[in-house]
């Protein structure tokens, strides 16, 4: 039997369709379907009764369905946990970062492009982690760079001889919402007693949330808000502003691409928005030459 029979099966399974799997699978309609006869006589049993349209599955085939699924799923789990016993370079030449969840998406990819081009191809294994995560990874030897977001009033708390970092860019947290037809927030900030705003929140102990909830004391206006959704993660929050659920609080490297569509607009004034810091930490000094080599790296003026 083969992986390829498999997954071929589950995509007819799912479409119902001779025709319409083979072209998900990106070979002819003939070839599919002596793959699924061979699986079937491998088998020894009629997986899909062919007498009726749109194509069904036999008693076997529900059958076979679920154990097909956690086949393939076994197999890739396979090839992953093997793979990952194949190393990655030799270990005192692999960088392990720990980037904050939301950085992880916006700033670090492009980042770490410009850092290959010029400093040179690094290996590098990366961990999302929220920020109280990654210091405590950072701390105990558990990661070589730490990326995370900073504010003068939630400081990390490290010694900047033992743990010094550079800065690689500010940017803002801002209120947004659903865009509506005009381009117009669909919920704008404080809200009322009377109709309070539904608000996508962080989950507690979240950085950003500890900021977000800075924001809504300090700000001279009270916010009208009715907790509705809370998630540790910046792209579960987007997703669900993107929906038109509520107002929330993102930066705004996250939201590019939704503002230039006009899928999310800013839902308050400046008195709701705030400024963090892109740092990066390291231990110093660090056991790893190529550490070192990175941040000697990114002292020049264009790095």
């Keep these: 039997m083969e992986i390829k029979w498999l997954e071929d099966f ?25 793959r699924i006869m061979a699986l079937e006589e491998w088998l020894n049993v009629e997986l899909v009764d062919r007498s009726v349209q749109p194509a069904r599955l036999t008693a076997a085939g529900w ?12 197999a890739y789990a396979a090839r992953t946990l093997l793979g990952g016993c194949q190393p990655l370079a030799e270990p005192g030449k692999v960088v392990q970062f720990a980037v904050a ?35 405590q990874q950072l701390v105990e030897g558990d990661c070589d760079l730490l990326l995370a977001y900073h504010h003068p009033q939630l400081p990390i708390l490290l010694d900047p001889n033992q743990y010094p970092h550079r800065l690689l860019g500010v940017e803002r947290i801002l209120p947004f919402s659903a865009a509506d037809a005009e381009g117009r927030p669909r919920f704008r900030l404080p809200g009322s007693k009377e109709q309070p705003l539904p608000f996508l ?98 002292d020049r003026p264009s790095a």
């Design 63 to 74: 059958l076979f369905r679920r154990i097909a699924a956690d086949l393939l799923h076994d």
């Design 101 to 135: 969840h939301t950085l992880v998406f916006t700033l670090f990819p492009q980042w770490l492009k410009r850092l290959h081009e010029g400093f040179g191809p690094l290996p590098a294994r990366v961990h999302a982690v929220n920020v109280p995560e990654g210091v």
């Design 201 to 298: 929140a962080y989950s507690a102990g979240a950085f950003i949330g500890n900021v977000v909830e800075m924001l809504r004391l300090n700000a001279p206006t009270p916010a009208h808000l009715n907790r509705c959704f809370e998630t540790h993660m910046s792209e579960a929050l987007k997703a669900m502003l993107v929906a038109g659920h509520g107002v929330g609080w993102l930066p705004e490297s996250c939201v590019a691409d939704e503002m230039a569509q006009g899928h999310l607009a800013v839902a308050g004034g400046d008195e709701w928005v705030g400024q963090l810091e892109v740092r990066l930490y390291r231990t110093a000094p660090s056991p790893k030459a190529v550490v070192d080599a990175v941040w000697h790296w990114l």
């Design 10 to 34: 589950l995509s007819l399974a799912e479409m119902r369709s001779f025709s319409r799997a083979a072209a998900d699978r990106h070979i002819t309609q003939s070839a599919f379907s002596r």
